[in-house]
């Protein structure tokens, strides 16, 4: 499915010339206007911030999956697959991602990154891997990605969103597959992140959470346009110095 409204915004169908594109989960909430929204990408210049995980577990891919019909859900077969096309190293990420327009046609077009597509079919959860692995495999060129990525330990880390992971933050709402369902209590937290977008606000679970954040993203909106649009007192600095440092620890860019 990502594929197909990709291949959507690069055909011609899309209204805008668009230079990123990013795609969001339905529980997903920006952080940031549309305005700094801009002003942000403008410093990527080009390139992807697609997150690498460490940790990855290899039955995912190892093995070959199917649907059960009964119950909707994917299971294993004892049946193994055949190795990787182009020889890819399969690396962990997630499924949303602020990708560069020349890497989505890249993804579309090129050849192995095809192949690689059509490999993962019988995969468990591709999405959680397809992206980040065209970002790591440096040696194909995909537009975006840094020569020097696959020498970082397998983690390379993200502005795009911010996820309340069980291990990593003392949630405050609810739990949903080790991420925080957050609620009011959390808000105050969220408010002072950097990130471009949070993950998980729910309307239906928690509609208070989701709209004092509402009125927190109209405020800060208003704000913007009693300026003329200017962004005023919005601070670049952080995400000047992120891309910095993905600069000097990934050294040169494709």
């Avoid at 989960?25 to 929204?37: D, V, W």
């Avoid at 690396?91 to 579309?108: D, P, T, W």
């Avoid at 954040?213 to 200017?230: F, K, V």
Wanted: aromatic share 14%; net charge positive.
């Amino acid at each position: 499915s990502s594929s197909r409204w990709q291949h959507e915004h690069v055909s011609g169908k899309s209204l805008f010339d668009w230079k990123y594109l990013i795609n969001l989960a339905s529980s997903e909430f920006p952080l940031r206007t549309n305005t700094e929204l801009v002003h942000i990408l403008s410093l990527f210049d080009g390139r992807n911030d697609i997150e690498i995980m460490g940790k990855f577990h290899l039955e995912r891919v190892k093995y070959k999956w199917i649907v059960n019909e009964k119950t909707m859900s994917m299971v294993r077969t004892s049946e193994l697959k055949e190795a990787p096309p182009f020889n890819y190293t399969i690396v962990k990420g997630i499924a949303y991602c602020l990708f560069s327009r020349a890497f989505v046609e890249y993804a579309l077009t090129d050849e192995r990154a095809k192949s690689l597509l059509a490999w993962s079919q019988d995969t468990y959860s591709p999405d959680e891997w397809y992206w980040s692995t065209l970002q790591f495999n440096a040696q194909f060129g995909p537009p975006g990605t840094y020569a020097n990525i696959a020498q970082q330990q397998r983690f390379v880390p993200t502005l795009s969103r911010y996820i309340g992971w069980r291990s990593l933050y003392a949630c405050r709402g609810q739990l949903r597959h080790n991420i925080c369902l957050f609620s009011i209590h959390d808000l105050s937290h969220i408010v002072k992140r950097n990130e471009l977008f949070v993950n998980k606000l729910d309307l239906e679970r928690d509609p208070l959470a989701f709209h004092c954040m509402r009125e927190w993203y109209l405020r800060r909106q208003q704000r913007e346009n009693e300026i003329n649009g200017t962004t005023g007192s919005f601070d670049i600095r952080p995400y000047t110095r992120f891309v910095n440092r993905l600069r000097q620890r990934l050294w040169s860019f494709l």
